[in-house]
T-cell receptor, first 111, second 117 residues
């Protein structure tokens, strides 16, 4: 089975721009979660989707949003980028309530 | 509220020696516990989990972890460390109770394990 894939792997944006990151879960997994990883804050939960519904959200501003499609693929969007949004964004998928499997991440750099 | 503490930022061990990476947790309901490993510029790789059952859980690459409910700990262990085990290790917890915050994982800050030859 193919693992979780994330595109793009690397991204450079300037402040004020917006960005969309994509995640394809493992086949059969309906739950997709997103995390932000930074050296200062560690791993922080952004949101979780299940069957196209957001069922959990972390403490991030409204500039961070996401969605899930009927094929379980997910996207997250960050608008009005700030320097502090530079991070590794990780997507994870799981079957029911089991362990989460992570993708390689998207490294976002905001200049 | 759920939280995880990894009290050591760094653990250094000689190859061939046993290793332990410590983790304590706080969860309001039933703890579902996980260990992940991260190599440089990579995502997190699942090692093992405790949901229920035996307190000693065996996982990938010879790793195991012991669940201790009274001490709210879930330490990661390996009898004989390899240089290739050098990486960043994360402990995570989820509340497994019905009606909980479902899939959300709470992570520790991570422990950098270095195994020297």
């Amino acid at each position: 089975k193919a693992g979780v894939t994330q595109t793009p792997r690397y991204l450079i944006k300037t402040r004020g721009q917006q960005v969309t990151l994509s995640c394809s879960p493992i086949s059969g997994h309906r739950s997709v979660s997103w995390y932000q990883q930074t050296p200062g804050q560690g791993l922080q939960f952004l949101f979780e989707y299940f069957s196209e519904t957001q069922r959990n959200k972390g403490n991030f501003p409204g500039r961070f949003s996401g969605r899930q499609f009927s094929n379980s693929r997910s996207e997250m969007n960050v608008s009005t980028l700030e320097l502090g949004d530079s991070a590794l964004y990780l997507c994870a998928s799981s079957f029911d309530q089991g362990e989460q499997y992570f993708g390689p991440g998207t490294r976002l750099t905001v200049t | 509220a759920q939280s995880v503490a990894q009290p050591e930022d760094q653990v250094n061990v000689a190859e061939g020696n046993p290793l332990t990476v410590k983790c304590t947790y706080s969860v309001s309901g039933n703890p579902y516990l996980f260990w992940y490993v991260q190599y440089p510029n990579r995502g997190l790789q699942f090692l093992l989990k405790y949901i229920t059952g035996d307190n000693l859980v065996k996982g990938s690459y010879g790793f195991e972890a012991e669940f201790n409910k009274s001490q709210t700990s879930f330490h990661l262990k390996k009898p004989s460390a390899l240089v290739s085990d050098s990486a960043l290790y994360f402990c995570a917890v989820r509340d497994g109770s019905r009606g909980s915050t479902l899939g959300r994982l709470y992570f520790g800050r991570g422990t950098q394990l270095t195994v020297w030859p």
